[in-house]
């Protein structure tokens, strides 16, 4: 079975700090995203990565910058957080392929104070 | 660009009703549709997409090209179906999803 292991489940931050999101996977999946979860809004798609040091940016990667320098790790950095960053984060893996499903990690709920 | 529509935010039923969670979306070429659920304080997971046309936990979701929809469906609701639906769709030639904004299922009993 797929796993994918978001590093925190909880993390507080305060207002210009620079934070790191990480996110591992064990099944060799050449894709990975990063998606943020608010009410209301569904999932909204800030980065994805279809390769060892390439990166797409999704619909929302503003303030958000992305890393994978490895295979199976893919970090979410917010350069200087802000409030409005305040969200659930969900990181993903996806193989490369017609009708391939993702697979989600548990979260972290980023809260920026 | 590629675009999902879920209109309802809440849909109440009480056990044993019908369900219909609707899913429309925007786009000009061949669509992979899935459908994830999120239950509480559970990971989101893959509940159903297009091309199996299978039926997991009851639900089924037809695709319906005519009108761009991918409604889930299911008979006889059950107090355990509570939880987040969320329908996503992948451009042919992309790996990317994109979701709807989720309906949130409630089932009283």
């Known amino acids: 079975d797929v796993k994918v292991t978001q590093s925190s489940r909880y993390l507080v931050k305060r207002t210009g700090e620079k934070v790191f999101l990480e996110c591992v996977q064990d099944?060799?999946?050449?894709?990975m995203f990063w998606y943020r979860q608010d009410p209301g809004l569904g999932l909204r798609l800030i980065y994805f990565?279809?390769?060892?040091?390439?990166?797409e940016k999704g619909d929302i990667p503003e303030g958000y910058s992305v890393s994978r320098e490895k295979k199976e790790r893919f970090s979410l950095i917010l350069e200087s957080a802000s409030t409005n960053q305040t969200s659930m984060y969900l990181c993903?893996?996806?193989?490369?392929?017609?009708?391939?499903?993702?697979?989600f990690g548990n979260g972290t709920r980023l809260t920026v104070t | 660009a590629q675009r999902v529509t879920q209109p309802e935010k809440l849909l109440s039923v009480f056990k044993g009703a019908p369900v219909e969670l609707k899913c429309n979306y925007s786009?000009?070429?061949?669509?992979?549709l899935f459908w994830y659920v999120q239950y509480s304080r559970q990971r989101l997971q893959l509940l159903l997409r297009?091309?199996s046309r299978e039926s997991i936990k009851g639900f089924t979701a037809d695709l319906n090209k005519g009108e761009t929809s991918f409604h889930l469906k299911k008979p006889f609701a059950q107090e355990e179906d509570s939880a987040m639906y969320y329908c996503?769709?992948?451009?042919?030639?992309?790996?990317?999803?994109?979701f709807g904004t989720g309906t949130r299922l409630q089932v009283f009993p």
């Open positions: 993903a893996s996806r193989l490369t392929g017609y009708n391939s499903p993702l697979h």
């Open positions: 099944m060799d999946h050449e894709n």
């Open positions: 297009h091309i």
């Open positions: 996503a769709l992948s451009a042919l030639g992309t790996d990317k999803l994109i």
């Open positions: 786009y000009s070429g061949s669509p992979e």
């Open positions: 990565s279809y390769d060892v040091k390439m990166k």
